[in-house]
């Protein structure tokens, strides 16, 4: 039976903003985009709301009641890759790459502008929907890897022991680009156009993801991937 894609609900954005005039702001600027929203005041409500709605996209504010944005980020990130945005009434960049390495798919100052706001929130989604190109079988295995194009889902065999792992969506755009070509030096340039290439990002923010990345395989004890070229960038395998 063929599905009518037109009554597939508009996507879904979790605003977690304690202050009610911003979030009022935010999701008006988002139902004009054709976006639907739902909001929560506090820490512990948003990761009520996340478990509930299974939104498609969390707009994360760092400085909120109960449960921070941090916090609130570690949890989201154990229970899978729902993107998420973060906004800081702090432009530093300590904070950035707090969030970064925590998984943060973005990061944004306030004061900000919502037409901003919403555009980044769109290219984050279109990003996060984008179809992988498939290998035949919908697998890609090298070395210890087994990467699942179909379900995202990221085994690797360290020895007798099988583990699996949970990517943020730009690390797992990340895994699935230097996989494909293992033994090609890719240059943080190139990863940043193919793996966040709406954004505004640096060339810095691709080490932030990488490095948060390798952390993940260190921690079931593959070491040394991606490999780091000097002044060039990564390659997968040596």
């Known amino acids: 039976m063929k599905h009518d894609l037109r009554t597939r609900p508009a996507p879904l954005v979790l605003i977690a903003e304690d202050e009610g005039e911003i979030a009022d702001i935010l999701g008006a600027y988002l139902a004009r985009s054709g976006l639907r929203s739902a909001r929560a ?3 512990e409500a948003a990761l009520a709301s996340h478990r509930q709605l299974r939104p498609d996209l969390v707009l994360l504010d760092v400085q909120m009641p109960k449960l921070d944005g941090w ?3 570690s949890e989201l ?8 945005i973060m906004l800081t009434a702090l432009d ?3 904070d950035k790459l707090t969030g970064l390495r925590v998984g943060a798919d ?11 706001i919403v555009a980044r929130i769109q290219a984050v989604l ?3 929907s984008r179809t992988v190109v498939e290998e035949p079988n919908g697998l890609i295995r090298q070395g210890p890897f087994e990467i699942d194009l179909r379900s995202h889902e990221v085994t690797v065999r360290n020895g007798e022991q099988v583990h699996a792992l949970n990517f943020t ?6 895994l699935v680009h230097m996989a494909r070509a293992p033994r090609q030096v890719h240059a943080r340039v190139d990863l940043l156009h193919a793996c966040l290439p709406e954004g505004d990002a640096q060339e810095r923010t691709v080490d932030s993801h990488v490095s948060k990345l390798r952390r993940k395989l260190e921690d079931v004890g593959v070491i040394g991937i991606p490999a780091t070229i000097r ?3 990564y390659r997968f395998l040596d």
């Open 41 to 43: 005041a506090d820490g």
């Open 92 to 94: 530093q960049d300590v």
């Open 77 to 84: 990130r154990r229970r899978g890759n729902t993107p998420v």
């Open 71 to 73: 916090q609130v980020l």
């Open 126 to 128: 279109r990003r996060s």
């Open 106 to 116: 973005d990061y944004v100052a306030k004061p900000f502008n919502p037409a901003e």
């Open 169 to 174: 969506l730009t690390e797992f755009r990340l």
């Open 231 to 233: 002044g060039v960038g």
